[in-house]
């Protein structure tokens, strides 16, 4: 645990509270009196409020229109399962900076609907929620129809023949079983929502803001640290008790029914009901995932004379982008490759490591650690990104003008991915197994390589890949810290998107298209990988 517990340390919870400490002391004194004075501020309750009841209508929302494809990919078996199944996830690994990309294309001013029917959606609260749900529909498919999918049917058949109705059935036996999953998915829903960023600040305008967003107000456009570092404090403690809540529900799914073979529960579709279901399923994926997404694409394609390839030579262009861009953004791909390779790496090192020592002591001490890990993904990466311009610049840290920089933000959100793959596989290794090794007389680092490293190579893979497209596509912290002669792709998008012009547009859509393409890719070939259920991603 030395390794993940110093890197979490050093480059997670000094800069978190230093950034917090800078905001709340005045002369080396701790005035938490301001913790008062800004949460009674009106505009802050506001913020406060539309955070609340946005997450809770995006998760409502997200549930409403997911479980039914739930329960289709758990139950039914139709040509291109797997494909699609593939195809609803890449939203998820996409950077939020591209979803909200995606339906400015199809909802904004010059998108989709406009030049349609002139209906724009852009700066208003049904951009943010319908993309949210198309952000989070893959997190309710795999958390509840990767449980449904292994409950035994017959629990419920048996229930009929006792005499209960279908309604009653499902209700009585299948219903407290998923339960769990559900109240998980809904869990991580809300928390994603609830720190969004990228789809509101793309999306909502000045008149929407959560609290994420607020954060990187006060922060780099106002430098009001008081505020952002009160601000702080109430999103993590927002998020720790999301985290415990979802430690008590995954406890509580793993002592669901027991559990079958998911190729003995997938039928095809019987009767007119479930072919209408089915039917429905597929046309909610081609409106509301792959619609997006090819919008995406045509936009980075309609030049004013006709389509072409012209915002893509642009990319390669540093003088069409002087106003911009120190460098031609095309040179953003390979930054956010270089990066996002060095970032997975250190998540595999750090999560593996963790992962291990999760799987080989007990005790609230470790159950903390595990819950700890999950945080980067919920509190403010702004936070964590300005914390790390204001901490690491004095020697043996000085890194605020090193390179490394970005991937150790980066590496900080992919560690719990990691983790979240690799632990139940871990768990799931006989002990017995190493025991014999060692009386054969391998070493400990032998007998990890001849015994844990051939039963966990396969979710190594799947949780690299997880770990290289969460870091490709990481915003709020690499924001602050990547140099102007050395943006990432999404950092690039951003300020595409900031500036006017139909050029900057384009170029925008190109390169978030790109970046979908990678993203994309990155998730085939995880699912060509991966032909089991473990992990929790």
Not at 493 to 515: F, P, W
Request: charged residues 15%; proline residues 5%; glycine residues 10%.
């Amino acid at each position: 645990m030395a390794v993940p517990v110093a890197f979490f340390a050093v480059f997670f919870a000094y800069p978190v509270v230093a950034i917090v400490g800078r905001g709340l002391k005045d002369g080396g004194v701790w005035q938490f009196g301001r913790i008062g004075e800004v949460l009674s501020r009106s505009d802050i309750q506001d913020v406060l409020w539309f955070t609340l009841w946005q997450a809770l209508a995006s998760t409502a929302l997200t549930l409403l229109i997911a479980l039914p494809g739930a329960y289709v990919f758990a139950r039914f078996d139709f040509p291109g399962k797997q494909l699609l199944r593939a195809a609803v996830t890449v939203p998820f690994v996409l950077p939020t900076v591209v979803v909200g990309t995606a339906f400015l294309a199809l909802l904004g001013r010059g998108g989709f609907l406009d030049d349609l029917w002139g209906v724009r959606l852009d700066t208003t609260v049904w951009a943010i929620l319908l993309a949210h749900v198309f952000f989070n529909y893959a997190v309710v498919v795999r958390t509840v129809g990767g449980l449904w999918s292994q409950l035994d049917p017959r629990q419920e058949e048996a229930a009929r023949v006792l005499g209960a109705g279908r309604f009653a059935a499902w209700r009585r036996v299948t219903l407290p079983a998923l339960a769990p999953a559900v109240a998980a998915a809904a869990l991580m829903v809300f928390l994603f929502t609830f720190t969004s960023f990228g789809v509101v600040q793309i999306l909502g305008g000045p008149g929407f803001s959560t609290l994420e967003v607020e954060i990187y107000r006060q922060t780099a456009q106002l430098l009001a640290l008081p505020t952002a570092a009160v601000l702080t404090l109430v999103q993590f403690a927002a998020v720790g008790a999301i985290l415990a809540l979802h430690a008590w529900t995954v406890r509580r799914r793993e002592t669901a029914l027991k559990l079958v073979d998911p190729a003995q529960t997938a039928r095809r579709p019987r009767g007119a009901g479930q072919w209408t279901l089915l039917g429905g399923v597929l046309l909610t994926v081609l409106v509301l995932i792959l619609l997006p997404l090819a919008i995406l694409v045509e936009r980075s394609l309609d030049l004013p004379g006709g389509h072409g390839l012209g915002y893509y030579r642009a990319l390669a262009s540093a003088d069409a982008n002087s106003g911009t861009f120190l460098v031609a953004p095309l040179e953003a791909i390979g930054n956010s490759l270089r990066y996002a390779l060095v970032a997975t790496a250190i998540a595999l090192v750090v999560g593996g490591l963790a992962a291990a020592a999760l799987t080989r002591r007990a005790g609230r001490l470790v159950r903390g650690f595990d819950a700890l890990l999950m945080l980067p993904l919920g509190v403010s990466a702004v936070t964590v990104g300005f914390g790390f311009l204001i901490t690491l610049d004095k020697p043996p840290l000085d890194l605020r003008t090193s390179w490394i920089l970005v991937p150790l933000a980066q590496a900080l959100v992919g560690v719990p991915f990691v983790v979240r793959t690799m632990l139940p596989v871990l768990r799931a290794v006989d002990g017995r197994l190493r025991e014999a090794a060692a009386v054969l007389g391998a070493s400990p680092l032998r007998a990890w390589r001849e015994v844990d490293l051939p039963l966990v190579r396969r979710a190594l893979l799947v949780a690299a890949g997880f770990a290289f497209a969460v870091s490709l596509g990481e915003f709020g912290a690499t924001v602050f810290i990547a140099r102007p002669d050395n943006p990432t792709l999404p950092v690039a998008v951003a300020r595409l998107l900031g500036r006017s012009g139909d050029l900057n547009y384009g170029q925008a859509m190109a390169l978030s298209t790109i970046l979908m393409l990678v993203c994309a890719v990155s998730l085939l070939l995880l699912e060509r990988i991966r032909t089991d259920r473990s992990g929790e991603f």
